[in-house]
């Protein structure tokens, strides 16, 4: 007994596969190729039929997907050297793609739950009616972060899940799996800012830079827009209110980086990140605001800024940030035997000149064993403040003072306000 299709995939069928018909005849209007508002449906249907006849072994559904093959192999071989109004071959592969498309819809949309024959056709369209913009952008990419990019894929899908789940040493509770995961989740966030900056050509325009920075890295955004405000009398007034706004995003992305790992510690740590981050965003609107230029200073010329950093996902940086996570965690178990709370204090007050990603990943992972949340929230924040005054040196030396002496004295402002939080809750 053939089993009776639901209403709802029946409908899903029709209306998915006339919204790609319609969208394959509008792309290759003015051309013929197979297939179309009214082949696909069909093709849908018929593939929706010959499923349900044998849901199980899907041989009739089979034998329908060999002849499919077989007619558009035949059309391939007839019309493969014609040529359409745009002296174009008559046959692209995506057409023959599309229309095997259009017949597995069919099983898809009544075997499958409905988001999927959704994800499914909509991925179609996309792909299809942006072929200039892909194509484009293939041009643009370099082979080498192609190439980055896939070994990034090799070591999150591959190396990740070999990697054993259990400490294998006794001077630190995180494993290699979440000395890894750590490297992942970090390198990911970096990795979306850097494509943002790179290949978004908005993003060079006003303080979306800054902001795409502080995602990535607010200390090498601090280095950047220092050095272009020394160079750039144009870009002193971005600049000042770009490194404070890409301070203000440092807090948010500690936020969602110990979220990811430890929600309670989040929560502790939520309030006062958030308040830090807020007083940075006002700070920063409050900056460009009253150093707006007058229209004649920017006559005839762009404000933009540069990206902020390298690849983020090249092997040399992964490593160094893996050796970091792996030494820092030794240390603050180190720091805590010997001298408890307060080691750990003094210690995020350390590597607070460095990278903080690596200690703030391990108190969130409960690498430092006995440390509360709120202990391990003042140390945070102490991290983040001695940043702060890093990237305040930062500011006023490679901008050579006077050009972001205010960004800079916001930046001890925010680290005083930490380090005062962090008294608070760590007392």
Known sequence: MIPAPSLTGVLLLFGLSLFLGLAFEDFFARTYRPG??????????????LYLFDPVHFVPFTAGLIVLGFWLATYYRRHIREQDGK?????????????????????IALALPPWVAVAFTVSAVLLLTGREKLHALAQRVPLREIVTAGQFLILTGIILPLLPNTPVTTLTTITPRQAWLALVVVCSLSYASYLAQRYWAAAARGLWMAALGGLYSSTATTVVLARQARSESTMRRNAQAGITLATAIMYL???????????ALARALAPWLCALSLAGLAICALQFWQARPMPQETKGKTSTLSPSGGNPLELGPAALFAALFIAVSLLSNWAKVEFGTSGIYTLAAIVGVTDIDPFVLNLAQGGTSGLTDNAMSAAILIAASSNNVLKAAYAAFFAGGRATATSAGVLVLLAAAGVAIAVVIGA
């Open 36 to 49: 179309g508002i009214r082949t696909f449906p069909m093709l849908a249907a018929g593939g929706g039929v």
């Open 253 to 263: 992305r500690i936020l969602a980086i110990v979220a990811f790992f430890n929600w």
């Open 87 to 107: 002296a174009e071959t008559n046959v692209e592969l995506v057409v023959p793609i599309l229309n095997v498309h259009a017949y597995l819809l069919g099983a």
